[in-house]
């Protein structure tokens, strides 16, 4: 996952159900701060405000989504420079804390497939477009 972070050039959309691993959220503020275009989505924005304030301090965008709004953001995925020769998606189980990436057995896979990409990047558009923006 963070090899997939590390790699992007143009834009970074991360979609996580938790975002508390520091050596993650590390990277994502790197990737912002290099100019990177970032975007952030996660469930109970609440939660992780710390964190997305650093994404956003650094020139990233975030969203959240809180369970009565009637979408549930479960999915963990990476997606690093869609559309562009380079892309790639990390998508799997593990959540973006230190437990689940540390702890916990999981699973993960980098896709780079035109089709894949374009489909995962397409839904995290809409719903990004309808979560409540962080600061």
Request: contains cysteine; aromatic residues 6%.
């Amino acid at each position: 996952m963070l090899s997939v972070i590390n790699q992007a050039t143009k834009t970074l959309d991360v979609e996580a159900e938790e975002f508390s691993d520091p050596a993650v959220v590390s990277a994502v503020v790197g990737r912002a701060r290099a100019g990177v275009q970032v975007r952030v989505m996660v469930e109970s924005p609440a939660q992780y405000a710390p964190e997305l304030h650093q994404v956003v301090a650094a020139g990233g965008k975030a969203v959240g989504y809180a369970s009565p709004t009637g979408l549930y953001i479960h999915g963990k995925a990476v997606i690093a420079d869609a559309g562009l020769p380079d892309q790639q998606v990390e998508v799997g189980s593990m959540n973006y804390s230190t437990t689940s990436l540390t702890g916990n057995r999981e699973l993960g896979v980098v896709l780079t497939d035109s089709a894949a990409c374009a489909l995962m990047s397409r839904q995290f558009d809409a719903d990004f477009a309808g979560g409540t923006p962080q600061s």
